[in-house]
């Protein structure tokens, strides 16, 4: 397959509560995912009480919430991933979420472990705010010779 034809992944959509998306509502949502992971409105894509989409740092990348009668309900562990470079960003992203914790308790925050599997350490934590999906954080620490387009030995 050439690059042209893989596909890749490019938004989450959820639905939720038309109160969810206020004007004040989406001013928090706005608030809590810009600061915590730099996420911003889309513009010209935002509608009090109907639609938030968020863009995230690319037009082609981007949290799309749109109000509906029966809001998504997930159990605990639905989530959707978000890589970053290294370790420091991952512990970075995890202070900025726990210094909103300190002062918005919604914030829901798993502490960051590391699960070793051998080809690659796994860095993560989970964070969720108001919406019905957490985000979960990750970071790979790949061993020696090993990397993201790799296939280990079975």
Known sequence: MSTQEIPRFNHVAMSVSP????????KE?????GEVFGWTAMPGMSKPAELLVMRVHSNEQFVYLAAGDEPMQCPSLDHFGLSVGDPGALYATHERATKWRQRDDRVEITP?????????????????????MKVEVQCYDWAEGMGPESLPDT
């Open 19 to 26: 109160e969810l998306l206020s004007p004040q509502s989406q």
């Open 29 to 33: 949502l706005l608030a809590f995912y």
């Open 112 to 132: 960051p472990r590391v699960e070793d599997y051998k080809v690659l350490k796994l860095h993560n934590f989970y964070v969720g705010y108001r919406l019905p």
